[in-house]
């Protein structure tokens, strides 16, 4: 990867200019969040791994992103209380990004070129489901919906991808993230 991901400016979701830089050295789970959208109830389970595993050195970062059937309508501060006032939302959030297409932030042109392929874990491919729905999905390397999952090595490696679907308690991706924190 050309520019570290540490590089790459990005915002709080309260404004302020900001970077991953401030979690070199931890393990950084990178999602695209939405408060409308059917897996939105991931956000308990994101909370939960980001408690167990935090003192260890994990970091969640959630980016809202509505680019998905519209499904991130609200505002910096309406994202941010839902999160807080319906899944007790810790981790840190920041500003609303585009995710794919030519309007994509430089983060997630960074992460897809870095890992462009994602893991499922899933029976039935996310992209399956997607069609069952009558929704054509993106193609690879593309993010294909919200709660696509980008894990982080300490040192800024992009290491693995997970499906939306992936749960963020799946053994799969905790297993991931496990072996992220026993490294030093």
């Not at 999602?31 to 935090?54: D, F, H, I, M, W």
């Not at 893991?119 to 491919?125: D, F, L, M, R, T």
Request: proline share 8%; net charge negative; charged share 20%.
């Amino acid at each position: 990867m050309s520019a570290s991901i540490y590089d790459i400016p990005v915002h709080k979701i309260t404004g302020e200019a900001a970077s991953l830089a401030e979690f070199k050295g931890k393990v950084v789970l990178v999602v695209n969040v939405a408060s409308k959208c059917g897996l939105t109830p991931q956000y308990e389970a994101l909370e939960k791994v980001y408690e167990q595993y935090r003192g260890q050195g994990l970091v969640v970062a959630g980016f809202p992103a509505n680019d998905f059937k519209s499904q991130e309508p609200g505002t910096e501060a309406e994202i941010q209380s839902f999160c807080t006032t319906n899944y007790g939302v810790k981790f840190p959030m920041f500003s609303k990004i585009t995710v794919v297409g030519a309007e994509k932030h430089p983060l997630y042109s960074a992460l897809i070129a870095a890992q462009p392929k994602a893991i499922s874990v899933a029976e039935v491919p996310f992209g399956e489901k997607l069609k069952g729905y009558g929704i054509t999905p993106n193609p690879e390397p593309e993010v294909l919906w919200n709660f696509e999952k980008f894990l982080v090595s300490r040192s800024g490696e992009v290491v693995k991808r997970f499906a939306p679907d992936t749960a963020p308690d799946a053994p799969e991706l905790i297993a991931a993230i496990e072996a992220e924190l026993e490294k030093s």
